[in-house]
């Protein structure tokens, strides 16, 4: 299967269980693999054929800059839904990352696979 991908999407919003997490914006990092079949759009050249990466890493920000979720599951849960209402994507895999979150450490984060089916 073919994949189009958002890499490092940095997004700044509320997100965490500690009550200083929910009061202080936080930098987010974000990365998407959207799962598709790219034969139409390499024979077409048309971009009505293709995935339009910029609208989808257009709506993810919006909506993880304003979600508040408390967790990074529930946040990429959210933005894999997000992904799905384009019918061109037929699986995504969504990671979220809070950099700097945990002491002695780059980021910590999750790594979610979804499809149509599940």
Not at 2 to 12: A, E, G, M, P, Y
Not at 29 to 58: M, P, Q, W
Not at 59 to 71: L, P
Request: glycine fraction near 4%.
């Amino acid at each position: 299967m073919d994949q189009v991908f958002i890499k490092n999407l940095i997004v700044r919003g509320i997100i965490g269980i500690n009550d200083w997490e929910r009061t202080n914006i936080q930098e987010i990092l974000i990365n998407i693999v959207l799962f598709t079949d790219l034969h139409a759009a390499g024979a077409s050249d048309k971009i009505e054929d293709c995935i339009n990466y910029r609208s989808i890493a257009k709506k993810v920000q919006s909506y993880a800059e304003s979600a508040n979720r408390f967790t990074v599951e529930a946040l990429a849960a959210d933005i894999s839904r997000l992904c799905l209402e384009d019918q061109k994507v037929l699986k995504v895999r969504v990671r979220v990352e809070k950099p700097g979150a945990v002491r002695f450490s780059s980021s910590v984060g999750v790594e979610i696979e979804r499809s149509r089916e599940t």
